[in-house]
């Protein structure tokens, strides 16, 4: 086939490629678009789960102090008591903080995981190096409440600090949570929107082609009809004057060269 008998087949091709290739593209767009929304939702979890995961150790601390508080006045005798609980709410403290520690995405929030897990050192070390042995001495030797006031005072002050601490973690957690919220939210409006704008265009780039090429196609079709409407009624006069250099021009030609020889020869006869 010439290059001037598929000029309407490339026409078609291309509009319909063009087509195609606007919906192909809303469809990337809108893929990539909630693959972020995806991540940021995702995002979203990480830092509710450390978020979830601070507030267990703020809970952790809380009971470990009310514990190390009972094991100081050896409420009704019950130490060991209290000692069990302590390091069970010690070892879920810990537990909890690695999982935290595993959500972070932030330096900030790094860095006060880091200074909540030293002032949270500094409190184990401190109940199990001088207040536990002072404490137990103390059950059996008249020992100074001086030096005893003193490791409490230690002990509070670390507790406010990690109370501090957690709070200013969770509430950068939180600030992360709607930051990442807001993206997915803004990730998801700019995938609605551009795709509605995609497919916006590719119909109306349909509407252009089909326009275009029902044009190009019926009218020649028409022309054509028309020209053999006439010679079966007999008029071998009949021409279709059609300037193109597709295949609808090519079968008018042929056309126009058909109907002039039915004409010659039809005269001849008429002289013979």
């Not at 509430?171 to 992360?176: D, F, R, Y």
Request: proline content about 1%; glycine content about 6%; hydrophobic content about 45%.
């Amino acid at each position: 086939m010439s290059e001037r008998t598929a000029s309407t087949g490339v026409r078609l091709a291309a509009g319909f490629g063009a087509i195609i290739g606007i919906f192909l593209l809303a469809v990337a767009g809108a893929v990539v678009s909630f693959n972020l929304v995806l991540q940021a939702m995702d995002e979203i979890q990480a830092h509710r789960d450390a978020a979830r995961a601070c507030l267990e150790m703020m809970g952790h601390t809380h009971e470990r102090y009310a514990h190390q508080e009972h094991y100081i006045i050896n409420l009704r005798g019950a130490r060991q008591h209290h000692l069990h609980h302590f390091e069970r709410a010690n070892r879920a403290n810990q537990a909890a903080l690695a999982r935290a520690r595993d959500q972070l995405s932030t330096p900030t929030q790094a860095d006060l995981l880091q200074h909540l897990e030293d002032r949270d050192a500094r409190y184990i070390a401190l109940f199990r190096d001088r207040i536990k042995p002072y404490v137990d001495e103390r059950a059996t030797v008249d020992l100074d409440d001086d030096t005893l006031q003193s490791y409490h005072k230690l002990s509070e002050d670390l507790t406010f600090e990690l109370a501090e601490v957690h709070h200013k973690l969770q509430q950068s957690l939180s600030q992360s949570v709607d930051d990442a919220s807001e993206r997915a939210e803004g990730f998801a409006f700019w995938a609605i929107a551009g795709s509605l704008v995609l497919l916006a265009v590719a119909a109306g780039v349909a509407i252009v082609v089909s326009v275009r090429l029902s044009r190009s196609v019926v009218k020649p079709v028409l022309a054509l009809v028309e020209g053999t409407d006439r010679v079966g009624a007999g008029d071998l006069s009949a021409r279709i004057e059609m300037e193109r250099t597709d295949e609808f021009g090519q079968l008018a030609r042929h056309f126009n060269a058909m109907t002039e020889k039915l004409e010659a020869s039809r005269q001849k006869l008429v002289q013979a």
